[in-house]
């Protein structure tokens, strides 16, 4: 089965760190670009980062950009984001997101989320 | 830059047709052919219902269809039904480092 599996969410004070994983399953994990989207409690979403096949393409919202660093470990089959420097603001359900068809411009797979709080 | 705007809802009774707007710049909806609609019940990840402008993927009711005249990107459900009832949102490609891809406000759309 097709899938993406957030894990790594969770309570953390403001100026804090936190690491979010993405798991794919299913399919071949390399030859896929792949997507952090984010949702703030009751707001919309919000795309976050974006890193190509290979890691030679990576892209940030303004909002993260020199806080956040997405990566990819395409031997295990795993995306990551390296979240510093936490702000209030940064509290959101944080989805893994990609298209199942290359160099296509949506989201058609997403994993499930994972909850990052930061409060003191 | 800033989010898409949507109507913030929408609602129409079942077997009615509701159509939900997403209005952006030439930067992003005007300037590329890859708008995406996605459905979000509560609790729930978000489904693609409609790529690029107007096409459907593979599951999709065709009660479901999407249009674009200039910067602006439309949302039709023809034949509300009540499991239509969940937010949506658009999306656009906006090819720039900073701002690759640009969601919209988020519409409530009800079945009444």
């Known amino acids: 089965e097709v899938q993406l599996v957030e894990s790594g969410g969770g309570l953390v004070k403001p100026g804090g760190s936190l690491r979010l994983s993405c798991a794919a399953s299913g399919f071949t994990f390399s030859s896929y670009s792949m997507n952090w989207v984010r949702q703030a409690p009751g707001k919309g979403l919000e795309w976050v980062s974006s890193i190509s096949s290979s890691s030679s393409y990576i892209y940030y919202a303004d909002s993260v950009k020199g806080r956040f660093t997405i990566s990819r470990d395409n031997a295990k089959n795993s995306l990551y984001l390296q979240m510093n420097s936490l702000r209030a603001e940064d509290t959101a359900v944080y989805y893994c997101a990609m298209t199942t068809v290359p160099y296509n411009w949506y989201f058609d797979l997403w994993g499930r989320g994972t909850l990052v709080t930061v409060s003191s | ?112």
């Open chain 2, 1 to 112: 830059q800033s989010a898409l705007t949507q109507p913030r809802s929408v609602s129409g009774s079942p077997g009615q047709s509701v159509t939900i707007s997403c209005t952006g710049t030439s930067s992003d909806v005007g300037g590329y052919n890859y708008v995406s609609w996605y459905q979000q019940h509560p609790g729930k990840a978000p489904k693609l219902m409609i790529y690029d402008v107007s096409k459907r993927p593979s599951g999709v009711p065709d009660r479901f269809s999407g249009s674009k005249s200039g910067n602006t990107a439309s949302l039709t459900i023809s034949g509300l039904q009540a499991e239509d009832e969940a937010d949506y949102y658009c999306c656009s490609y906006a090819g720039s480092y900073t701002f690759l891809y640009v969601f919209g406000t988020g519409t409530k759309v009800t079945v009444l």
